[in-house]
Structures are given as C-alpha cells and as structure tokens.
C-alpha cells in the first residue's frame, strides 16, 4: 500500500496559480497526498510548461536511475529530444508538443481541465466578466483604466491561492484571460472564454493546449479592445465540450497505475 507523499515537481519561483494547480489535479487523480520536489527528485511532472527542467535532468549522461512519469506536460519552445528514452511518457498537453518531441501518440490533455472535478463544489454562477492576467502583465495601466471605468469586469489575481483563483474564476459568466490556466479553468467549468494578448509570452503552449481538445484558437483579443469586446461575449456552452470530455476521461486512463494510492 503505498502512504507516501507522491513527489511532483512543479514550477513555484513565483507565485502563480496554474503552476501550484498541479497539486491539487495530480492528488485527485493518484488518490495519494502530494508533496513539491526538485526535478531530479520528482516522480512526475504534471501541469505546466515545465518539460524543460525533465530535460536538463534526464538528458544529462549522470541523470538519475529512476525514471520520471511525464503526464499532461508542455513546453515553451522546442527542445533537444536526448532526454526522452529516459522517462515515461504517459501523456502530453498537445500535439505541438508531441510532435517537438517525435512521440506518436494521440492521448493529448492539460490536466488543469480536470480543476472542477478537484475542488469539488461548484461555486455560484454571477454575472461578472473575469479577467485573469498572466503574473508577467500584472500592473497594466491600460487594465487598471479599464477597471475603473467598467463594473462589470471583476480582476481576478493569479497570486492567490490556487482554490481562490478557481473559484472566482468558476464563478463568472465569462472570462477573458491571458494566463493559459485561467484558459484551462475556464474551460473546466465549462465557462466560456476569450484569449487575451500574453504580450511577449510565448504562444505555442496556447495553440498547443488548444489543438489538444479540439478548441479553435482565433488570434488573441488585444488588450486596447477588451472595452469594445464586452458587449458581445457569450455565456453559452462551449463547441469543444466533447473534446475536454475526452481530454478529462484521457487523463484519468492515462495516469500512471504505479503512482496511485494503493498500487
């Protein structure tokens, strides 16, 4: 029987709630308490574009002897594939990654979109427009003029806790967001949403997620816009729910059986 904490990297030099949602999916889908280790310590790696730090580790000649799960995970720009034949990959976020790294596979998801089944309880719907920033945007005059002059928007911080953040976010009648995981949390409760500009942030892990589930991913909503696009966002379901009801199924089948409670 297995009691032990299951050791997860996930990516904590700033304070974010997409990269700190790891814990909680990755508890949820293993039925074990989990606890934060370095990647060389890590047994998988989960939510995130963190394949990166699997490659710095495991495509070392000195690498460790035991090999890590990689389940769900991304990158943020293509990667030398030395490392791969040294872990186990049980799932990727996307195509795009699979594809950078020569894995043929098609069990595709971010196992962020399994945030709703995690924290259990739905919160109360209202009819606010969430807007979720990426932790690099945080501080935008042009968000915080919007702010004032529009009671409809709600500002949600991606520096609180983890639970808040998706709360808020499950919340809301709608929400805009350049955070990929206010994306993700969204799509989870099934809320629609719109792409907001990540400025300078990398694109792919977006198209990447995106291409995963079955979502068509428009060019991004600039932010000098998001005034003008109010009126017109919709609160219906979304035309990907099959998709995310496949990537949700597909994350559970895929976990990897030896880290489960139990195993």
């Known amino acids: 029987m297995v009691d032990t904490p299951l050791h997860l990297y996930w990516w904590n030099a700033k304070p974010n709630f997409g990269d700190t949602l790891s814990q909680f999916v990755t ?25 990166q730090f699997a490659k710095r580790v495991w495509g070392n000649e000195k690498h460790p002897a035991h ?13 030398k594939t030395d490392f791969v034949a040294n872990v186990d990959i049980h799932m990727l976020r996307g195509p795009i990654t699979a594809a950078l790294l020569g894995v043929k596979t098609e ?3 971010d196992p962020g979109v399994l945030t709703a089944e995690a924290l259990g309880a739905r919160p109360e719907r209202h009819d606010k427009i969430g807007l979720v920033l990426h932790h690099s945007q945080l501080g935008d005059p042009r968000i915080v003029a919007l702010l004032k002059a529009e009671p409809s928007v709600q500002y949600i911080d991606v520096q609180g806790t983890p639970e808040q953040v998706c709360r808020e976010i499950g919340a809301c009648a709608h929400v805009i967001s350049s955070s990929l995981h206010g994306l993700i949390v969204a799509d989870s409760y099934g809320i629609a949403n719109t792409w907001l500009d990540p400025m300078k942030h990398a694109r792919l892990k977006y198209y990447d997620y995106a291409a995963g589930v079955g979502r068509v991913m428009p060019l991004p909503l600039r932010h000098d816009d998001i005034a003008a696009a109010l009126p017109k966002l919709g609160t219906g379901a979304l035309p990907y729910a099959g998709g995310l009801a496949e990537a949700k199924d597909r994350l559970i089948e895929n976990f990897p059986a030896h880290l489960k409670a139990g195993a």
């Open 67 to 79: 090999r890590p799960a990689i389940w769900g995970t991304g990158m943020m720009a293509p990667l």
């Open 27 to 51: 508890a949820y889908a293993s039925g074990r308490a989990v606890a934060h280790a370095e990647p060389r310590n890590a047994e998988i790696f989960a939510v995130g574009s963190i394949m």
């Open 107 to 109: 069990a595709y998801g």
